[in-house]
């Protein structure tokens, strides 16, 4: 008989990574696997509503479990508040019901980590280390959770883009425009006025430079004035984008520029970057350490001064031949690794292997 399997998700009409995730790989894992959706419905939820929302997902997920007889769940928290409670009791839940558990941690709040392991890491490891295996996003994230006790198996993955953005094409460079993208939540630790303040730089020394800043997010009106108080010409904001106004973005695009400080799991807006065959200049965050290749893929540094930035981006104005180079390597190392086809696959032998209770640890980077 054919082992069937629950996953959680985030409502799979929304935003963010693990919506994205999730709803890319829905039809890559196959009729035997089934979507409970968790979480957040809408933006505004208050704490009462919250809590109401809360008892309901956990009724709907026992009768989901009791009805579906399942033999393994797969649940995508991230490493923070919201979910350390809300996941742990639905671990304990799915393994009142015999099912096997894989715990796929998305995020990794640092923040959250230090509380974790100061106030909750007995709760943390009752609850969590009841499931059969771990995935994480980086090989930081594996030796922290060792370094809390796990002694379950654990995976490193990576997050996935849609097959589709291989084939996308490459609007040929122009000698009068270098679009720099920068395609994110529009956020201070997501490097937002680093970007302003390197594309500054940049601009002074090469008037063809120009700045798309793709995105929303609570720094979008303070980023628009601070450009517009820096005197930052080129810049265009163009809110939210997605669909063909997305394509057209990487398609038109000579280098994506993402400066972030923030706790990233696995950044989808570079995978998706590479596979559009773009050069890519970042820093070493959650997993792109695992597997960015400094020069071959554009340019990643600790450094988070904006003049240290425009350095790596003036290389690859001057050099438009390293350019293209960096993006056809970026794109075939995207089609190798994080298309959906290769991702999902990886998935599904994971579950093959818990399910058999013979997991070991693999590195798909």
Not at 350 to 358: F, G, Q, T
Request: negative net charge; charged residues 25%; glycine residues 8%.
């Amino acid at each position: 008989m054919k082992s069937k399997t629950l996953l959680t998700a985030p409502d799979l009409l929304k935003g963010g990574g693990v919506a994205s995730y999730c709803r890319m790989l829905q039809p890559y894992l196959g009729s035997d696997v089934d979507y409970f959706t968790v979480g957040s419905r809408k933006d505004d939820e208050n704490g009462w509503r919250q809590a109401t929302r809360m008892l309901v997902d956990y009724a709907g997920f026992w009768r989901k479990l009791k009805k579906g007889r399942y033999d393994l769940v797969h649940l995508n928290p991230s490493l923070g508040k919201k979910s350390l409670l809300r996941d742990g009791l639905l671990i304990k839940m799915a393994k009142a019901r015999g099912c096997k558990v894989l715990v796929f941690i998305h995020g990794w709040d640092e923040e959250f980590e230090k509380v974790l392991l100061e106030k909750y890491l007995g709760l943390f490891q009752r609850f969590y280390f009841q499931a059969d295996a771990f995935v994480v996003l980086a090989n930081e994230f594996k030796d922290k959770l060792l370094d809390m006790g796990c002694d379950k198996p654990i995976y490193v993955e990576t997050t996935t883009v849609d097959d589709s953005l291989f084939a996308l094409p490459k609007t040929p460079p122009k000698a009068d425009r270098f679009q720099i993208l920068y395609l994110a939540r529009v956020e201070k630790e997501k490097g937002i006025y680093e970007t302003l303040d390197a594309f500054h730089h940049v601009k002074n020394n090469y008037p063809q430079a120009a700045l798309l800043v793709a995105g929303d997010g609570s720094e979008l009106t303070n980023a628009r004035d601070y450009a517009v108080e820096q005197n930052i010409d080129g810049v265009e904001f163009c809110g939210y984008i997605t669909g063909s106004q997305k394509d057209a973005a990487f398609s038109e695009s000579d280098l994506f520029l993402f400066p972030t400080c923030y706790g990233e799991g696995m950044p989808i807006n570079v995978l998706e970057a590479m596979a559009c065959g773009i050069p890519v200049v970042t820093r070493p965050v959650g997993g792109l350490k695992d597997f960015f290749e400094d020069e071959h893929m554009g340019f990643i540094s600790e450094s988070k001064d904006p003049n240290d930035f425009a350095e790596m981006i003036e290389r690859l104005i001057v050099d438009r031949g390293l350019c293209l180079r960096i993006g056809d390597y970026n794109r075939a190392y995207a089609a190798e690794h994080f298309s959906l086809t290769k991702v999902a696959g990886r998935i599904r032998d994971i579950y093959a292997l818990i399910l058999r209770s013979e997991a070991v640890k693999t590195d798909p980077t």
